[in-house]
T-cell receptor, first 116, second 117 residues
Framework: AQKVTQAQTEISVVEKEDVTLDCVYETRDTTYYLFWYKQPPSGELVFLIRRNSFDEQNEISGRYSWNFQKSTSSFNFTITASQVVDSAVYFCALSEATPGTYKYIFGTGTRLKVLA | GAGVSQSPRYKVAKRGQDVALRCDPISGHVSLFWYQQALGQGPEFLTYFQNEAQLDKSGLPSDRFFAERPEGSVSTLKIQRTQQEDSAVYLC???????????????FGPGTRLTVT
């Protein structure tokens, strides 16, 4: 069965601190995709990154970086030098690339508060 | 339009009323998804359309929920005889490709917040 766990319900940091949001997933498929989305107070989910199961290279995009480790079934997200605008709820999601499977499974989210 | 739009943004319904929620996906996007997001939770899958075909409705919580996408673009989620437990934000998302073999990034609308009193 597919499952995504985001154990951190809420994290508070002071501006300019680094913060890592954890995501652990479960799947029986060998081919799958992982995603991170940001949901700011306005409510609209914003796509951040997509990664397939065959690409374990870490990725950096500006202040954002992602660490994908299949050995621990984790896909963690780090924000470097956090800013107040980073305050939002962040969701990790999993989708199995299996014919006939269309679901995307989301975690329960981590609320990040960045204090000035 | 440039993004996914949903209407209405807010809907208050009395218990027992029927409601219809509209989603206008990004032009040309083949796939359309509906999700239900309860307060403090992640989005929960409801149903998936590939063009006008509803290929997965396994997430619809009861037969009071019905979705359609008759011309492969705009979609409507209908809830009959609303109950208090239906109160949630209903999100629509679209992707450029066909789901099931490759999973594409989803583009979400702002959601419709449904409150059943």
């Amino acid at each position: 069965a597919q499952k995504v766990t985001q154990a951190q319900t809420e994290i508070s940091v002071v501006e300019k601190e680094d913060v890592t949001l954890d995501c652990v997933y479960e799947t029986r498929d060998t081919t799958y995709y992982l995603f991170w989305y940001k949901q700011p107070p306005s409510g609209e989910l914003v796509f951040l990154i997509r990664r397939n199961s065959f690409d374990e290279q870490n990725e950096i995009s500006g202040r954002y970086s992602w660490n994908f480790q299949k050995s621990t079934s984790s896909f963690n997200f780090t924000i470097t030098a956090s800013q107040v605008v980073d305050s939002a709820v962040y969701f990790c999601a999993l989708s199995e690339a299996t014919p006939g499977t269309y679901k995307y499974i989301f975690g329960t989210g981590t609320r990040l508060k960045v204090l000035a | 339009g440039a993004g996914v739009s949903q209407s209405p943004r807010y809907k208050v319904a009395k218990r027992g009323q029927d409601v219809a929620l509209r989603c206008d996906p990004i032009s040309g996007h083949v796939s359309l998804f509906w999700y239900q997001q309860a307060l403090g939770q992640g989005p929960e899958f409801l149903t998936y359309f590939q063009n006008e075909a509803q290929l997965d409705k396994s997430g619809l919580p009861s037969d009071r929920f019905f979705a359609e996408r008759p011309e492969g673009s705009v979609s409507t989620l209908k809830i009959q005889r609303t109950q208090q437990e239906d109160s949630a934000v209903y999100l629509c998302a679209s992707t450029r490709g066909v789901a099931g073999v490759v999973s594409y990034e989803q583009y979400f609308g702002p959601g419709t917040r449904l409150t059943v009193t």
